[in-house]
Nanobody, 123 residues
Framework: QVQLVESGGGLVQAGGSLRLSCAAS????????MGWFRQAPGKEREFVQA????????YYADSVKGRFTISRDNAKNTVYLQMNSLKPEDTAVYYC????????????????WGQGIQVTVSS
């Protein structure tokens, strides 16, 4: 069992930065691929970025390429999402997630989810 708790969200102006953190419980954190998804009002939850258990490979959505960076610290059981050059369209609830198997953007296959945290980007 893995429990995920997000932090670091809030309100920021367009062009600004935020760093989200996701603290995981459980001794097997390092064996999971970790990811971030987001859901804007009235829209489906969508994939943002993911990182393999070793950190040697990352995946990202085209919409955040060059602006967001995912990283992880297995010693601290924490995954991060550094968000730069934020845009109003980045406004959403951001969710941390974990998957045991191979990476996929199919959110139905991810095993564990955090409760979500609000990120609001003002224009």
């Amino acid at each position: 069992q893995v429990q995920l708790v997000e932090s670091g969200g809030g309100l920021v102006q367009a062009g600004g930065s935020l760093r989200l953190s996701c603290a995981a419980s459980g001794r097997t954190f390092s064996s999971y691929t970790m990811g971030w998804f987001r859901q804007a009002p009235g829209k489906e939850r969508e994939f943002v970025q993911a990182i393999t258990w070793s950190g040697d490979r990352t995946y990202y959505a085209d919409s955040v390429k060059g602006r967001f960076t995912i990283s992880r610290d297995n010693a601290k059981n924490t995954v991060y999402l550094q968000m730069n050059s934020l845009k109003p369209e980045d406004t959403a609830v951001y969710y941390c997630a974990a998957i045991r198997g191979q990476f996929t953007v199919d959110k139905s296959r991810w095993n564990y989810w955090g409760q979500g945290i609000q990120v609001t980007v003002s224009s």
